[in-house]
């Protein structure tokens, strides 16, 4: 059985956010790592693998979907999930990019119930390339290809 932890990239300028994360997703078990910036976000890939990345929806340095993009024409294919301030709307933007999901960042539950369907179902090696359904605030939008 693979007892590997799943490594999680928090990419957030909020302060509170990343440590909230942060703890909530080691509390789990996951190992994480956290960046200020897109461009932070982009060094840290170059020198780890994770699992799975988890980015605000706006970056104070870069448009989210030019982050995705530079992630894809990188070879990065870790799946991104995007966290937005609201519940009502579903921002596309990263979902046209490459993201699996989009979620509201002040659902703490339903961030966590998102990163353990993708990590459990990635962390899989024949099931590596499986779809994933597009989450909006715990509601099923669509499902990936």
Not at 46 to 58: A, K, P, S
Not at 61 to 90: T, W
Not at 95 to 103: D, P, S
């Amino acid at each position: 059985m693979n007892t590997r932890r799943a490594k999680v990239l928090i990419v957030d300028c909020d302060e509170d956010v990343l440590i909230t994360f942060e703890r909530l997703l080691e509390d789990e078990g996951y190992e994480t790592t956290t960046a200020w910036t897109g461009q932070d976000a982009r060094k840290a890939v170059q020198g780890q693998t994770f699992d799975l990345v988890l980015v605000n929806e706006y970056l104070p340095d870069m448009k989210l979907e030019d982050f995705i993009s530079a992630l894809r024409h990188r070879g990065y294919n870790v799946p991104c999930i995007v966290m937005q301030l609201s519940a009502d709307r579903i921002n596309y933007t990263g979902l046209t990019a490459g993201a699996i999901a989009v979620v509201c960042k002040w659902s703490q539950a339903k961030v966590l119930a998102v990163c353990e369907h993708v990590s459990s179902t990635m962390m899989q090696p024949q099931r590596r390339e499986a779809s994933v359904g597009v989450l909006s605030s715990g509601n099923h939008v669509a499902e990936g290809d």
